[in-house]
């Protein structure tokens, strides 16, 4: 019995060295033709993005999709076991058991669901909502069964409405979701608001308006996040349309958020702000622009009032954007929905410590593809390694 004892632990003693040295840096990047291609084609690639790692920039494996989902965002559960991929083309939304392997992608149809578009999971893990931009409302489903089980909607004139839904954050200590009023599909009108919802009914509470100008403003929020660790809870928004960043504070009397302006990237010549990153301490803000392609740093040691610092250059349609776990490099993914002149294609390589740029990734744009997200991958099974070591 002791010889198998000593067996089964410098086994796992080898895996776990294994695993450590052969550690990687692997992204999950779900992707599209290019407009110009003969053959519609779309998968989600998994890819080493480690500078450091000899397999730099090689895709490892392939997920296939079907060529016309359009496959647009990837949200993790809490624990991370599990991945969510929305679309915009069909009613249907894929979940992937990340601690299985092979990966296996099983589709929950979403019938309420029109572009599908960003999706969050309550804290406890049992409740993901899901926005959906072109049937403006917003889908509550199981998080442990996957499946729907309440529609959320509110049209006009209430004075509380769900229009064009993109942008989704939740914060259960104060049990409310955000989700904000962006752009109908065909482009063809904007919103300007944000709305509040009530997130263990889902019930509509409140609508208010995110922009400067008189309405209809057309300011277009696009994404909303709650700032880690603030007290009391802060959000910031990005209004795609009007080029501005903003905050949403919570008063804990009066259980409502006020609103106003941080930042203007018209001087900056930037346009298009999108996506948000904070690092894990929740004292730095990353913003991202599309038009040109620039990352936007900020302090955000305040919360109510992130300072910004600096601009660092990416490529155009800079869009997701995701840190290595030591904080040291900063991925970030350029494109927006095969748009001209926000689609380049490339993944930039910043190299934080040192403030510059190191390169880009440019696998699947040589291959006629975009990639439309960018998220690292958990390592589920390194970690099962660790723990049995110990």
């Not at 796992?12 to 450590?20: M, N, V, Y």
């Not at 450091?52 to 296939?64: Q, V, Y």
Request: glycine residues 6%; proline residues 7%.
């Amino acid at each position: 019995m002791k010889r198998f004892r000593l067996l089964t632990l410098t086994c796992a003693l080898f895996l776990s060295c294994i695993s450590l040295a052969s550690a990687e840096l692997l992204a999950l990047l779900n992707y599209e033709s290019k407009p110009d291609q003969p053959v519609r084609r779309e998968g989600i690639a998994i890819m080493d993005i480690d500078p450091d790692s000899s397999d730099f920039g090689k895709i490892l494996m392939e997920i296939p999709l079907p060529p016309d989902l359009v496959a647009h965002h990837i949200f993790f559960n809490r624990d991370r076991s599990k991945a969510y991929i929305t679309a915009l083309g069909k009613s249907i939304l894929h979940v992937v058991d990340l601690t299985r392997f092979p990966y296996r992608l099983r589709a929950i149809a979403v019938p309420d669901c029109l572009v599908g578009e960003d999706l969050v999971v309550s804290e406890d893990n049992r409740t993901w909502y899901l926005t959906c931009m072109g049937s403006s409302n917003v889908i509550m489903g199981d998080a442990v069964k996957d499946q729907p089980v309440k529609t959320v909607s509110a049209a006009e004139p209430a004075m509380a409405t769900i229009l064009y839904p993109h942008g989704i954050a939740i914060h259960n200590g104060i049990d409310r979701v955000l989700v904000t009023s962006t752009v109908k599909p065909d482009m063809s009108d904007a919103g300007e608001s944000v709305t509040v919802l009530e997130a263990s009914t889902g019930k509509v509470l409140s609508t208010h308006k995110i922009a400067t100008q008189p309405s209809p403003a057309k300011s277009a929020p696009v994404e909303i996040m709650f700032s880690p660790n603030a007290d009391p809870p802060v959000v910031h928004i990005t209004n795609m349309l009007e080029g501005t960043l903003w905050a949403g504070v919570w008063d804990p009397q009066g259980k409502a958020f006020s609103f106003h302006q941080i930042d203007d990237f018209g001087p900056r010549q930037q346009g298009m702000p999108l996506e948000m990153l904070y690092n894990a301490k929740g004292d730095r803000l990353f913003v991202t622009t599309a038009k040109p392609g620039f990352v936007n740093l900020y302090d955000n040691s305040d919360p109510r009032q992130p300072k910004f610092l600096k601009t660092i250059p990416a490529a155009a349609g800079a869009h997701h954007s995701v840190l290595s776990p030591d904080e040291r490099y900063l991925f970030v993914q350029n494109s927006l929905l095969n748009l001209e002149g926000m689609s380049d294609g490339s993944i930039t390589v910043i190299d934080l410590k040192n403030d510059k740029v190191l390169g880009s990734i440019d696998t699947l744009k040589a291959q006629g593809f975009n990639p439309n997200c960018i998220m690292l991958l958990p390592n589920h099974f390194q970690q099962a390694g660790l723990r049995a070591s110990r």
